[in-house]
């Protein structure tokens, strides 16, 4: 028998939660989690004291990003017995830069009802008090931590129109505002909100280097969490602007073939397959 109204039984619920001020939760998550019968979460320590918080007492089943596969044929025979479960993560929308997509996947394939209980999420807070073009965003979610991945993607970003959203950690929030400056240039205005909804919640504002030195010019302006939006290029390079042909020899002479493919397909819309063959041409000695 489960103690759900028979509404719920058989469904996921993907329930977000607060990125700081438990305020935040909506009464509509209050009563999914205190109304399922199971709790999937990221961290069991984490959603306790947040279940503890409201008042709520319910099994909790760990999903993150190291079993998250393991756990689907568990969690489909839960929902098969008519339990109701909601899904949250440490913070914020669950499947945003956070575990939960091939479960959502997998239980959409097979007909399931999952149900979307919204609220907060970093992207949208961060972007609605940045006072940059929201018109048109792409959200990136964390860049590669190799340096060479990095700039890789970061170059390929560079000629986007639209606002550039990220998210990144305080250990490298120095090191990814310079390789934007130099990526980007000097001029393309910026702004990096830190701690969001949080009692140190700050929005820096300007072009890269001026945040840069903001944040580099007191060591508590580096801590906490970090949503970087970047405009867009206002004057991007149109296909016909580049020089197909000069760009990738440049490349090639300093990238394997397939990335130098890559960056060139991504700026001109020529066929990366075709590229990477004539890469390989012009790579023989
Ligand atoms: N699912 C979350 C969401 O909906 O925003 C994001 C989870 S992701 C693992 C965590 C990242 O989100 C942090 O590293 C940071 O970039 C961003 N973030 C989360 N909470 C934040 C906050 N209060 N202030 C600024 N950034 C935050």
Known sequence: MTSVPLSQAGTLYVVATPIGHLADLTERARHILATVDIVACEDTRHTSKLLQHLGVRKPLLSVHDHNERDRLQHIKTLLDQGQSIALVSDAGTPLISDPGYVLVQDLRQHHYRVVP????????????????????????????????????????????????????????????????????????????????????????????????????????????????????????????????????????????????????AELTGQNKKDLYQVALQLKQP
């Open 117 to 264: 209980i919204p609220g907060v999420s970093a992207i949208i807070t961060a972007l609605s008090a940045a006072g940059l073009p929201t018109d048109r965003f792409t959200f990136e979610g964390f860049l590669p931590h190799k340096s060479g991945a990095k700039r890789e993607k970061l170059e390929a970003q560079a000629q986007d129109a639209r606002t550039l959203v990220y998210y990144e950690a305080k250990h490298r929030i120095l090191d990814t505002l310079q390789m934007m400056a130099d990526v980007f240039g000097e001029d393309r205005l910026a702004c990096v909100a830190r701690e969001l909804t949080k009692t140190f919640e700050t929005f820096y504002h300007g072009t890269l280097p001026q945040i840069l030195q903001q944040l580099q010019s007191d060591s508590d302006q580096q801590k906490g969490e970090f949503v970087v939006m970047v405009t867009g290029n206002s004057q991007p390079a149109s296909a016909s602007d580049i020089d197909s042909d000069k760009l990738f020899r440049l490349l090639l002479a300093e990238l394997p073939p397939k990335k130098a493919a890559a960056i060139v």
